[in-house]
């Protein structure tokens, strides 16, 4: 099965963006890419105009030359690529969850540094974040430009999670000819004096985390042979803070998800969540496929 990439556009500056990002991933995947348009009745879904009409949504005129320009501009710069529009009736976070159910990747855009910093994303890039059934590729900041050179980015802690991000990492740096960074963050060591107890403590932390990495590292050069390796062990009282900062020389981060358990609004941990709205470079959240795969 040919899963297509799939982008949601509406126009906007950030989803023309994210409709590039997604064209430079549906080439490096050789696979077609698929720009979809979620719609609503201007009075909401089923809403009734007349006792004879149920009001069902209609696609406009309008977007489908939106979709069939943005459509005709990125397969004139990616030569060989293959493109599909087209609008489906339903709200923009739903849809692309439902199509996430067949693609090999959905991309979503970023609403930059724009009203609540709770909100960076914007409701529709967090419900998918959160729900699709196949990773999300988050476009932001929405500002810069797309980053080309630098490496993949992933942090290590030996969850489950991390490990399928590991992975994705991995193909993800593979795909694009640069190197993956294993990361793995520590607390920093108190500036005060310390007992030989809490000595020995902090020994056993560092070897801990050395050998975390160098599992890691080995398990990548096992499945993905020449692929650039590098484990680094960085200290910050807080995961986020490091990998945020970390994200500044980096092409891409990838990051795990809690899959299906825990609160819905919990599906992405709060490391996660942090890099989705704060990274200096897109941000793949690295969700496992659904069972349409």
Same mark, same amino acid.
């Given at each position: 099965?040919n899963? @297509?990439?799939?982008?949601?556009?509406?126009?906007? !500056?950030?989803?023309?963006?994210?409709?590039?990002?997604?064209?430079?991933?549906?080439?490096l995947?050789?696979?077609?890419?698929?720009?979809?348009?979620?719609?609503?009745? @201007?009075?909401?879904y089923?809403?009734?105009?007349? @006792? *004879?009409?149920?009001?069902? !949504?209609?696609?406009?005129?309008e977007?489908?030359?939106?979709?069939?320009?943005?459509?005709?501009?990125?397969?004139?710069? /990616?030569?060989?690529?293959?493109?599909e529009?087209?609008?489906?009736?339903?709200?923009?976070?739903?849809?692309?969850?439902?199509?996430?159910?067949?693609? $090999?990747?959905?991309?979503?855009?970023?609403?930059?540094?724009?009203?609540?910093?709770? &909100? &960076?994303?914007?409701?529709?890039?967090t419900?998918?974040?959160?729900?699709?059934? /196949?990773?999300?590729?988050?476009?932001?900041?929405?500002? $810069?430009?797309?980053p080309?050179?630098?490496?993949?980015?992933?942090?290590?802690?030996?969850s489950?999670?991390? $490990?399928?991000?590991?992975? *994705?990492?991995?193909? =993800?740096?593979?795909?694009?000819?640069d190197? &993956?960074?294993?990361?793995?963050?520590?607390?920093?060591?108190?500036?005060?004096?310390?007992?030989?107890?809490?000595? =020995?403590t902090?020994?056993?932390?560092?070897a801990?985390?050395a050998?975390?990495?160098?599992?890691a590292?080995?398990?990548?050069?096992?499945?993905? !042979?020449?692929l650039?390796?590098?484990?680094?062990?960085?200290?910050a009282?807080?995961?986020?803070?490091?990998?945020?900062?970390?994200?500044?020389?980096?092409?891409?981060?990838?990051?795990?998800?809690?899959?299906?358990?825990?609160?819905?609004?919990?599906?992405l941990?709060?490391?996660?969540?942090?890099?989705?709205?704060?990274?200096? /470079?897109?941000?793949?959240?690295?969700r496992? *496929?659904?069972?349409?795969?």
């Open positions: 099965m899963r @297509p990439v799939v982008v949601g556009v509406d126009g906007s !500056p950030a989803s023309l963006l994210a409709a590039e990002h997604a064209a430079r991933a549906a080439v995947r050789s696979r077609p890419l698929h720009l979809v348009h979620g719609y609503l009745h @201007p009075l909401g089923g809403v009734p105009l007349n @006792p *004879y009409d149920v009001g069902l !949504p209609a696609p406009t005129e977007a489908q030359k939106m979709l069939e320009r943005t459509a005709a501009d990125l397969a004139g710069r /990616c030569p060989g690529l293959t493109v529009v087209r609008q489906v009736a339903g709200g923009p976070g739903a849809t692309l969850v439902e199509e996430s159910r067949r693609a $090999e990747l959905v991309v979503v855009g970023s609403r930059g540094l724009g009203g609540f910093a709770g &909100l &960076l994303l914007g409701s529709v890039g419900q998918v974040a959160a729900h699709a059934h /196949c990773p999300v590729l988050v476009v932001r900041p929405a500002e $810069e430009p797309i080309v050179a630098g490496p993949v980015l992933v942090g290590v802690d030996g489950e999670p991390a $490990e399928l991000a590991v992975g *994705y990492a991995a193909d =993800e740096a593979a795909r694009r000819g190197g &993956l960074v294993l990361v793995h963050v520590q607390p920093p060591d108190g500036d005060r004096p310390t007992a030989d107890e809490v000595t =020995e902090q020994a056993a932390a560092h801990g985390s050998e975390l990495l160098a599992t590292a080995a398990a990548v050069r096992g499945s993905h !042979p020449g650039a390796v590098e484990g680094r062990l960085l200290r009282p807080k995961a986020e803070q490091a990998l945020v900062e970390a994200s500044g020389d980096a092409a891409l981060v990838v990051v795990g998800s809690r899959g299906r358990g825990g609160f819905a609004g919990l599906l941990g709060s490391v996660s969540q942090a890099l989705v709205q704060h990274a200096h /470079c897109p941000v793949l959240v690295a496992p *496929y659904g069972h349409a795969r």
